[in-house]
Nanobody, 125 residues
Framework: QVQLVESGGGMVQAGGSLRLSCAAS????????MGWFRQAPGKEREFVAA????????YYANSVKGRFTISRDNAKNTVYLQMNSLKPEDTAVYYC??????????????????WGQGTQVTVSS
């Protein structure tokens, strides 16, 4: 089992920045990929970014590329999502996810077997 706890959400004006953190605990040595997803009211959960624990390859949704950066701290078993130049359309609940098997496609929710509880990000115009 892997437990994920997100933090760092909040309210910010358009153009501002936030950094989300996701601390993993439990059987973290099996974690191969960690990702961030988001879900706005009335919309499906969508991929934001992902990182492979070994090698550090990163992946981004087109909507956040160039504005968001995903990174990891292996010693702390923590993944970060630095969000810059935030827009009102970035408003959503952001979820951290982890998968303990090797996957090729990191952008689908079904690929991940562990999820955090979510943290709200609100961007005002």
């Amino acid at each position: 089992q892997v437990q994920l706890v997100e933090s760092g959400g909040g309210m910010v004006q358009a153009g501002g920045s936030l950094r989300l953190s996701c601390a993993a605990s439990g059987r973290t040595f099996n974690t191969l990929v960690m990702g961030w997803f988001r879900q706005a009211p009335g919309k499906e959960r969508e991929f934001v970014a992902a990182i492979r624990w070994s090698g550090g390859s990163t992946y981004y949704a087109n909507s956040v590329k160039g504005r968001f950066t995903i990174s990891r701290d292996n010693a702390k078993n923590t993944v970060y999502l630095q969000m810059n130049s935030l827009k009102p359309e970035d408003t959503a609940v952001y979820y951290c996810a982890a998968v303990t098997r090797n996957i090729l496609i990191v952008t689908t929710t079904s690929a991940y077997n562990y999820w955090g509880q979510g943290t709200q990000v609100t961007v005002s115009s």
